[in-house]
């Protein structure tokens, strides 16, 4: 299993890097600047002094060593937009981002687990395929057209929730008291219900399947003919099974959180590291695109290796490749 | 709406409805064509995919008003009424012949850009499953590279590259970022359809390796194939309409659904139609394509007849 997992370890090293030399090209193959895509171009004089400070007078291949040879060091480069460096703004970001997509995640799999089980227990009958239907319509929905018709049905009309931002700026510029963090939870809910709710559909679909395939396995049926109750055959036996493909969705959720929280961060006013990466691509801001593209395919590559992992300790069948029997 | 509208939907749903039945009466000769049709919501999600499809075609006698007709740009955001079936946008256009051209553009980025990457992921599957080691190789970590990119994210650097991006420049990217899942999927079935014997057969009486992909492996793969183009479409068009959203997809006068949102969005609160009725039609339509391909995947796979 060491063996494996160095060699998984490179292998994602490796893409990581790929990724980051890729959108460091294309980035800069970019049209316009970072001072000149703009309707207000700023003085060529101005543009080239910002040039030399950022070194985009420079060769696009000694660019490209002098950004690997900070990376080397830790270092992500300053960013030229936030007059900070990238990896602060990152920081700043991360964390938002990262709280968003725990509570989606938490929504998705709590409401996902209990869709699923309830249609495998009902399979082919009225609940589950109403249920069914449902799911696959919210799983078919824009998320932040979810986003916005929750916005208008709950901020707007009824007044249950906060329009958007982060907390109340007022009354909590930073989260430092009960008070404060009741309302960050209270601005968290919608998005991560959004979030949540079309990642929902997607597992109970997978749950309802594999629920569905143990049940029809031999110690179920044994479970059965010891005269064990329906409720404890499927809760207890059936479900520990069942609950595998969980692992493999765990894996898959994270690209998926990634491309909606940069939708649903701009629907709610998120100041996460997807709103942050689109104002960047806007506004030809080099270091902190890559910068965030390095964050995300680091990110989606470790959750793989991390369901892998978990797989491989959770299901005893599962032997990882080059390990003895 | 004036009544020739009217009676022009009317005859849409009509047309439709009879299409769907006369489909059901011919497929049901056969076993597959039953499979599929014993799927709950596949011929539900077949009217809804044939309607738009129809509508789509029939869009200047559907729809009252031009997509780029603004009406009455004084009094703009009037609410659904027997005039104006679905409302107006902000801009004091029809919402409801915005929606009916948007199917257009819409759909068609949906289908092209799924062709693209089908056409792509089949062709980068089949050469790595079918000559393996290096090239398998050297093409799988392409792929695992394209897989961990967000592709959200590749799509908006690659708009970014040019200022005002042609349709058909953005179709042939959203297609170009979308192969990846095809190619790991069609890899594995020819990996395994290679070694059989019919195979073997058709090698050793000198085909080519071109001619033997061709001609005897990739027909045996073609049920997986089709039934991720069922599905992969959907995910086409709400990508389609998320990158429009953020105002990096289709050109902003063109009605696209995802355009549209965008377009409603800032005045939701005031008119909340003209944001809701082309999200609407996109998940219908997306939540048909995925009965129908689930429905497909069912009428594929022989092993389901025991079922």
Not at chain 1, 11 to 27: G, K, L, R
Not at chain 1, 102 to 124: C, E, M, N, P, T
Not at chain 2, 59 to 65: E, F, L, N, T
Request: proline share 6%.
């Amino acid at each position: 299993m060491a063996a494996w997992l160095v060699r998984r370890l490179v292998a994602s090293i490796a893409i990581v890097f790929a990724v980051v030399t890729i959108t460091f090209f294309v980035v800069h193959l970019a049209h316009g600047t970072p001072c000149g895509p703009g309707d207000r171009p700023l003085p060529p004089e101005v543009c080239q002094q910002l040039c030399r400070r950022f070194g985009c007078d420079k060769p696009l291949r000694v660019q490209y060593v002098k950004y690997l040879a900070a990376l080397a060091q830790g270092d992500l480069s300053e960013s030229i937009g936030l007059h900070r460096p990238v990896a602060d703004a990152l920081a700043d970001a991360i964390p938002n981002t990262f709280i968003l997509a725990l509570a989606a995640l938490l929504v998705d799999f709590a409401l996902g687990l209990a869709l699923g089980i309830y249609q495998a227990v009902r399979a082919g009958r009225f609940g589950d395929v109403a249920a069914g239907n449902v799911a696959l319509l919210v799983n078919s929905m824009p998320v932040f057209w979810l986003g916005l018709v929750l916005l208008l049905v709950f901020a707007q009309w009824l007044r249950w929730f906060p329009a958007g931002g982060i907390t109340n700026p007022v009354l909590c510029p930073r989260i430092d008291s009960p008070y404060c963090l009741l309302d960050f939870l209270w601005h968290l809910t919608l998005p991560a219900l959004t979030l949540g709710l079309v990642g929902a559909a997607s597992t109970a679909r997978y749950q309802r399947a594999a629920m569905l395939e143990v049940v029809s396995q031999d110690y179920v049926r044994t479970a059965r003919a010891k005269g064990l109750r329906e409720r404890r055959v499927l809760l207890v036996h059936a479900l520990r099974n069942a609950l595998l493909p969980i692992i493999t969705l765990f894996g898959l959720a994270f690209p998926f959180l990634f491309t909606g929280a940069v939708l649903i961060e701009t629907v709610f006013a998120w100041p996460g590291m997807g709103r942050l990466a689109v104002n960047a691509i806007f506004q030809r801001d080099y270091p902190v695109v890559t910068g965030a593209a390095l964050v995300t395919s680091a990110t989606v590559v470790l959750g793989n290796l991390i369901a892998d992992v978990l797989y491989a300790v959770a299901d005893p069948r599962v032997r990882v490749p080059g390990e003895g029997r | 709406m004036n009544l020739w509208n009217w009676l022009a939907l009317g005859g849409a749903a009509v047309l439709t409805l009879i299409v769907v039945a006369e489909l059901r009466r011919r497929v049901r000769a056969t076993a597959a064509g039953r499979r599929f049709f014993r799927h709950p919501t596949a011929e539900l999600g077949l009217f809804v995919l044939a309607f738009f499809v129809t509508v789509a075609i029939a869009a200047p006698v559907v729809a009252p008003y031009a997509p780029y007709y603004q009406i009455d740009i004084e009094h703009p955001d009037h609410a659904p009424s027997a005039q104006f079936l679905l409302g107006t946008d902000p801009l004091s256009r029809d919402v409801w012949s915005r929606l009916v051209y948007g199917a257009r553009v819409s759909l068609g980025i949906g289908a092209v850009a799924m062709l693209v990457a089908a056409t792509v992921g089949t062709a980068v599957g089949a050469v790595a499953g079918y000559f393996r080691r290096g090239v398998d190789a050297a093409l799988m970590r392409l792929v695992d590279v394209g897989l961990a990119m967000p592709r959200i994210f590749v799509l908006l650097m690659a708009v970014a590259l040019w200022e005002h991006i042609a349709l058909w420049v953005l179709v042939l990217l959203i297609g170009l970022t979308g192969w990846f899942g095809t190619s790991r999927l069609v890899r594995a079935e020819v990996l395994s359809l290679r070694e059989r014997e019919f195979v073997a057969a058709a090698r050793a009486l000198g085909a080519g390796a071109g001619r033997v992909i061709f001609r005897h492996v990739l027909p045996n793969a073609a049920a997986p194939i089709i039934v991720s183009g069922a599905l992969g479409i959907g995910h086409m068009m709400l990508l389609e309409a998320g990158l429009s959203f953020l105002g990096l997809g289709v050109p902003s006068p063109a009605p696209s659904w995802g355009n549209m949102i965008a377009d409603g969005w800032h005045k939701m609160s005031v008119a909340w139609w003209s944001s809701t009725f082309p999200g609407l039609a996109i998940s219908l339509v997306v939540m048909a394509l995925n009965a129908v391909g689930d429905a497909l995947r069912d009428a594929l796979d022989p092993r389901k007849e025991a079922a």
